[in-house]
């Protein structure tokens, strides 16, 4: 099995019959694209932020209500 699986044989309608479609878009968004491979800042900071309090939550389903997942969010590290 290679790259792509059972999936990119030609002629069964795997991923290789979705390369155009990628394509198509990155093509589309050329400015988008050359702008995140190119400029320096990032969304590294916010996306882990996010991550951090998307754990948080999903640790906390089940035990307490939403004033004791706010003092985690808050005082976690």
């Known amino acids: 099995m290679g790259v792509g699986g059972a999936g990119a044989r030609a002629g069964d309608g795997g991923a290789v019959t979705h390369l155009p479609t990628l394509a198509g878009g990155i093509d589309r968004d050329r400015d ?40 985690r969010v808050l005082l976690a590290p």
Request: net charge positive.
């Open 32 to 71: 988008a694209v050359i702008a995140g491979l190119t400029l320096p800042w990032n969304s590294g900071v916010v996306e882990g932020h996010g991550n951090r309090i998307k754990m948080l939550k999903r640790q906390m389903f089940g035990r307490a209500g939403f004033s004791l997942l706010r003092k």
